[in-house]
């Protein structure tokens, strides 16, 4: 007679069939069998339990997975607030389209409308942070509960699920089988009539210009972007999650990314335009009110989801379809030698020129402290195209959003939906999992850092080669340079000073002081060639940050 199996034998052989690799997460009562499940595990297919430090890194942890790798990251977690602390991460991995399953404990079903130990409405609470909530009430549920979550956590727009998960149903015992690995989902391309409009569109057009958000960065579609280009060489703007879109190879197509503050050289681009191919943005990253302003020109909207309609962003052509197949019948169908007037080719060139003369580092008499772009040229001659390199939420992430290069997409990692601050380390931790053989930055300020800082221990005890830099001046500064530019003073953005190397060396992983840019370049390479994590402490001179607020646009709204 074969060994009897219970809930959580169901749903630890179902992550198994979906090929999770890791779990990450922190134990309690409600949760104990399955951790038992993962800690002790020969099975060669189990995934990996990583133990972290607070439930809302983990889910950080996870959703890095699901943005690395497009298939859902896990997080698993206990009752009660071991539920409630996942909020911020699901919300986060939602807006953002980072696919996530999280699991979270519940107390026994005949508990769940009681005032016990730990019973909260785990179901409801997450309902609103998810693209969809269940409790399951019968263990001989739980394999098709996951897979069905897995593939919704997956499908576009891709975000987070949530299972909560009664104490007594892991316990109980299973009768059916589990779901077998999911076939992919398919979707088809655009049909002929609709190709054949798009590209009388663009043959007609002045000055096509793509804009490449979030959903443009699977490496499917950004190969059918560059072939794209490499047909009718046009413009194309970034958001920050479509960074790295573009290859050294195309980099004469580069002209910025937008976000944030309307300012940039692809606010400009995109307002000259006469026609935006907008491939996979979403609202979320940039909102159509600030780069659609005043617009006289046509958009595309060419996306695997329906487009979200406002006053603002009202394109005169919606495709809902399979974004690189799509893409590559576009191609296959412009003309042989289809290219821009020699006129707009040269004043595309002049407006590069300008845009490459913002990444100078000036000249200052008496810093007081490392410039934010002396840290980005350091730091950019240190690492390679497959580097991956994360960002906290900060006034360094819009330096480096708008300064710091990235050739390969989803190697440069932003916040940008939710600006969620401890983003970064968790992040990294994620990327340094699933690309061991790869350099791992984490960029964060002082601010920022402390919000997960106590996963440096997560990273020490997995020896993991993280590089973690730490802007350093004291404040929320990014909060603090817009009060001042709004109010002339700043209120409520100090903060204390920590002495960051000391702090890393606390957790046993190295720290580094840096006092000058003289230094920077020999801290990098010393990180660099440590195994295991080393955290930089750079003092920052945010002086020159007003500049991040100066109006390139005529209309520019603050």
């Known amino acids: 007679m074969a060994d009897k199996r219970n809930g959580a034998d169901a749903l630890f052989q179902s992550m198994m069939n979906q090929g999770i690799k890791y779990v990450f997460g922190l134990p309690g009562a409600k949760v104990d069998k399955l951790f038992d499940l993962m800690e002790y595990s020969d099975n060669p297919n189990a995934p990996k339990l990583i133990i972290t430090r607070h439930e809302q890194n983990a889910a950080f942890m996870a959703s890095g997975i699901g943005r690395l790798t497009g298939k859902p990251g896990v997080v698993a977690t206990t009752s009660g607030p071991g539920v409630s602390n996942l909020a911020t991460g699901l ?15 519940q107390v026994p079903r005949n508990d769940v409308a009681r005032l016990t130990h730990q019973s909260i409405p785990s179901k409801e609470l997450m309902s609103t942070a998810t693209k969809d909530s269940v409790e399951v009430q019968d263990a001989n549920n739980i394999s098709e509960t996951f897979a069905n979550a897995y593939q919704t956590a997956m499908a576009p727009k891709s975000g987070a699920t949530f299972i909560s998960l009664p104490k007594d149903v892991l316990e109980d015992e299973v009768t059916t089988k589990e779901i077998n690995t999911l076939s992919p989902i398919a979707q088809g391309g655009a049909d002929q009539a609709t190709i054949k409009t798009i590209v009388e569109k663009i043959k007609n057009a002045k000055l096509p210009v793509i804009l490449a958000g979030m959903r443009s960065s699977s490496s499917e579609v950004t190969n059918s972007i560059q072939n794209l280009l490499k047909k009718f060489s046009i413009p194309v703007v970034e958001t920050f999650q479509g960074a790295g879109v573009i290859n050294r190879d195309l980099e004469k197509n580069y002209f910025g990314r937008v976000g944030l503050f309307r300012n940039q050289i692809g606010d400009a681009i995109l307002k000259d335009s006469d026609l935006v191919i907008a491939i996979g943005y979403d609202p979320v990253e940039y909102e159509a009110r600030l780069w659609n302003v005043d617009r006289t020109g046509e958009i595309i909207n060419l996306d695997s989801i329906a487009p979200e309609i406002s006053n603002e962003y009202q394109p005169e052509l919606i495709v809902h379809a399979d974004i690189a197949k799509t893409l590559d019948d576009i191609a296959n169908n412009l003309p042989d030698g289809i290219t821009l007037s020699d006129e707009l080719k040269n004043h595309l060139h002049q407006i590069q020129k300008n845009f490459l003369s913002k990444d100078i580092i000036p000249e200052r008499e008496d810093p007081k402290g490392v410039h934010p772009l002396e840290i980005i040229h350091a730091l950019q001659n240190q690492v390679n195209d497959d580097t991956t390199v994360t960002v906290d939420v900060g006034s360094h992430y819009i330096w480096m959003a708008r300064h710091f290069r990235s050739y390969k997409p989803r190697h440069l990692l932003f916040s940008n939906g939710m600006q969620t601050l401890g983003v970064a380390l968790p992040w990294a931790i994620a990327a340094a999992l699933e690309r061991p053989n790869q350099p791992v930055v984490s960029v964060a300020g002082d601010g920022g850092f402390l919000f997960s800082g106590q996963e440096l221990e997560t990273a020490v005890r997995l020896n993991l080669n993280i590089v973690q830099l730490v802007w350093n001046d004291g404040y929320y ?25 000391k702090y890393a060396e606390s957790f046993g992983a190295q720290g580094i ?10 801290a990098l390479e010393k990180a660099f060639a440590t195994e295991g994590p080393t955290v930089i402490d750079i003092p920052v001179d945010y002086s020159d940050n007003i500049k991040l607020l100066s109006t390139l646009l005529p209309d520019y709204l603050s």
């Not at 990014?478 to 953005?493: C, D, H, I, L, P």
């Open 91 to 105: 919300i986060t991995a939602t807006s953002e389209g980072d696919p996530v399953v999280a699991l979270g404990g």
């Open 477 to 501: 500064d990014m909060v603090k340079f817009q009060e001042e530019a709004k109010y002339g003073r700043n209120s409520g953005v100090a903060i204390g000073t920590v002495d960051f190397a």
């Open 513 to 522: 002081h840096v006092d000058n840019a003289g230094e920077l370049t020999s």
